[in-house]
Protein backbone atom coordinates (compact mmCIF):
# COMPACT_ATOMS: atom_id res chain seq x y z
CA UNK A 1 0.00 0.00 0.00
CA UNK A 2 1.44 3.11 -1.00
CA UNK A 3 2.47 5.80 1.86
CA UNK A 4 1.29 8.66 -0.34
CA UNK A 5 -2.62 8.69 -1.24
CA UNK A 6 -4.69 11.74 -1.59
CA UNK A 7 -8.09 12.85 -3.55
CA UNK A 8 -9.53 16.12 -4.52
CA UNK A 9 -13.07 16.66 -2.54
CA UNK A 10 -15.52 14.91 -4.62
CA UNK A 11 -13.41 12.17 -5.47
CA UNK A 12 -13.10 12.13 -9.08
CA UNK A 13 -9.00 12.69 -8.96
CA UNK A 14 -6.91 10.52 -7.36
CA UNK A 15 -3.55 9.96 -6.74
CA UNK A 16 -0.38 7.53 -5.12
CA UNK A 17 3.07 7.71 -4.88
CA UNK A 18 5.43 4.96 -3.27
CA UNK A 19 8.28 7.37 -2.48
CA UNK A 20 9.75 8.93 0.14
CA UNK A 21 9.33 12.92 0.32
CA UNK A 22 11.98 14.99 -0.89
CA UNK A 23 11.10 17.72 1.25
CA UNK A 24 7.92 19.08 2.59
CA UNK A 25 7.40 22.90 2.55
CA UNK A 26 4.99 24.98 3.98
CA UNK A 27 4.96 27.85 0.98
CA UNK A 28 3.54 31.54 1.74
CA UNK A 29 3.48 32.67 -1.98
CA UNK A 30 1.01 34.67 -2.72
CA UNK A 31 0.07 32.47 -5.62
CA UNK A 32 -0.35 29.52 -3.26
CA UNK A 33 -2.59 31.96 -1.29
CA UNK A 34 -4.71 32.64 -4.55
CA UNK A 35 -4.51 28.87 -5.55
CA UNK A 36 -6.07 27.42 -1.88
CA UNK A 37 -8.18 30.30 -1.32
CA UNK A 38 -6.35 30.43 1.95
CA UNK A 39 -2.94 31.48 4.26
CA UNK A 40 -0.21 29.23 3.01
CA UNK A 41 -0.05 25.43 1.32
CA UNK A 42 1.70 22.85 2.70
CA UNK A 43 3.43 21.10 -0.24
CA UNK A 44 5.28 17.98 -0.08
CA UNK A 45 7.64 17.30 -2.84
CA UNK A 46 7.74 14.00 -4.60
CA UNK A 47 9.74 13.14 -7.57
CA UNK A 48 7.73 13.69 -10.72
CA UNK A 49 7.96 9.75 -11.91
CA UNK A 50 6.76 8.41 -8.59
CA UNK A 51 3.44 10.47 -8.99
CA UNK A 52 0.41 8.06 -10.42
CA UNK A 53 -3.08 10.65 -11.40
CA UNK A 54 -6.14 9.29 -11.72
CA UNK A 55 -9.32 10.78 -12.70
CA UNK A 56 -11.17 12.30 -15.98
CA UNK A 57 -12.07 15.82 -14.21
CA UNK A 58 -8.04 16.70 -14.04
CA UNK A 59 -6.72 19.99 -15.22
CA UNK A 60 -3.64 21.86 -15.19
CA UNK A 61 -3.70 25.67 -14.98
CA UNK A 62 -0.02 27.21 -16.34
CA UNK A 63 1.85 29.39 -13.89
CA UNK A 64 3.77 31.67 -15.42
CA UNK A 65 4.73 33.69 -12.35
CA UNK A 66 7.84 31.76 -11.01
CA UNK A 67 11.25 33.18 -10.25
CA UNK A 68 12.76 30.48 -13.06
CA UNK A 69 10.48 32.19 -15.90
CA UNK A 70 9.55 28.30 -16.13
CA UNK A 71 6.10 27.97 -15.52
CA UNK A 72 4.64 25.87 -13.29
CA UNK A 73 1.82 23.33 -13.95
CA UNK A 74 -1.29 24.15 -10.99
CA UNK A 75 -3.48 20.52 -11.38
CA UNK A 76 -6.72 20.44 -9.57
CA UNK A 77 -9.97 19.10 -10.19
CA UNK A 78 -12.02 20.53 -12.89
CA UNK A 79 -15.14 19.53 -10.96
CA UNK A 80 -14.82 20.61 -7.30
CA UNK A 81 -11.83 22.73 -7.90
CA UNK A 82 -9.67 21.21 -5.01
CA UNK A 83 -5.86 21.95 -5.49
CA UNK A 84 -3.73 18.56 -5.92
CA UNK A 85 -0.46 19.20 -7.27
CA UNK A 86 1.85 21.26 -8.62
CA UNK A 87 4.72 20.27 -11.14
CA UNK A 88 7.37 22.59 -11.14
CA UNK A 89 8.94 22.06 -14.65
CA UNK A 90 12.09 24.00 -13.84
CA UNK A 91 12.75 21.37 -11.23
CA UNK A 92 12.81 18.25 -13.71
CA UNK A 93 8.90 18.09 -13.17
CA UNK A 94 8.85 17.82 -9.27
CA UNK A 95 5.84 17.53 -7.99
CA UNK A 96 4.73 19.22 -5.23
CA UNK A 97 1.28 17.47 -3.69
CA UNK A 98 -1.05 19.75 -1.51
CA UNK A 99 -1.13 18.06 2.19
CA UNK A 100 -4.66 18.65 2.84
CA UNK A 101 -5.64 16.19 0.14
CA UNK A 102 -4.03 13.25 1.45
CA UNK A 103 -6.18 10.50 2.78
CA UNK A 104 -4.02 10.58 6.03
CA UNK A 105 -1.71 13.33 6.51
CA UNK A 106 -1.23 12.28 10.31
CA UNK A 107 2.42 11.64 9.34
CA UNK A 108 3.46 15.32 7.86
CA UNK A 109 5.78 17.57 9.21
CA UNK A 110 7.13 20.53 7.29
CA UNK A 111 10.53 20.84 7.61
CA UNK A 112 10.97 24.31 5.69
CA UNK A 113 8.85 27.51 5.38
CA UNK A 114 9.44 28.93 2.30
CA UNK A 115 8.37 32.54 0.98
CA UNK A 116 8.25 34.18 4.08
CA UNK A 117 8.42 37.46 2.65
CA UNK A 118 4.44 37.27 2.04
CA UNK A 119 3.58 35.56 4.98
CA UNK A 120 0.19 36.68 6.41
CA UNK A 121 -0.47 37.75 9.85
CA UNK A 122 -3.62 35.98 9.96
CA UNK A 123 -2.24 32.52 9.22
CA UNK A 124 -2.29 30.96 12.46
CA UNK A 125 -5.60 31.88 15.21
CA UNK A 126 -4.03 33.55 18.31
CA UNK A 127 -4.30 31.08 21.27
CA UNK A 128 -7.00 33.17 22.78
CA UNK A 129 -9.05 32.80 19.95
CA UNK A 130 -12.76 30.66 20.66
CA UNK A 131 -12.13 27.19 20.34
CA UNK A 132 -15.36 25.23 18.98
CA UNK A 133 -15.29 21.33 18.08
CA UNK A 134 -17.76 21.88 14.89
CA UNK A 135 -19.54 24.65 13.21
CA UNK A 136 -20.29 27.33 15.32
CA UNK A 137 -24.05 27.86 16.92
CA UNK A 138 -26.37 29.37 14.84
CA UNK A 139 -28.49 32.49 16.28
ZN1 LIG B 1 -13.03 16.78 -7.44
ZN1 LIG C 1 3.66 28.72 -3.06
Redesign the pocket.
Known amino acids: MSKIKG???????TYESDAEPLMVATCHCTNCQHASGSSFSVNIGLPAESVTLN?D?LKAYEDKQTDSGVPMLRKF??????PILSEVLAAGGLNFVKAGTLDDSSWVVPNAEIWCDSKVAWGAAPDETPQMPGNPPLG
Request: a neutral charge.
Open positions: SCLCGSVGSCANCGS
